[in-house]
């Protein structure tokens, strides 16, 4: 088991996905952010890349 399951993120966590699968990015996105990240989620990775 992970170290850090269980354990809430702290808000300053961002995290970028990237899928071309809408359920899956969807679902990715809610899970991290019930984890109390911050998620930026797109379906374009070159829309993605413009944010970095």
Request: charged residues 25%.
């Amino acid at each position: 088991m992970s170290e850090a399951r269980g354990r809430e993120a702290p808000n300053l966590n961002r995290i970028l996905v990237v899928d071309d699968d809408e359920m899956v990015l969807n679902t990715l996105k809610e899970q991290l952010s019930a984890m109390g990240y911050q998620v930026i989620a797109f379906i374009n990775p070159l829309s993605a890349i413009d944010v970095l």
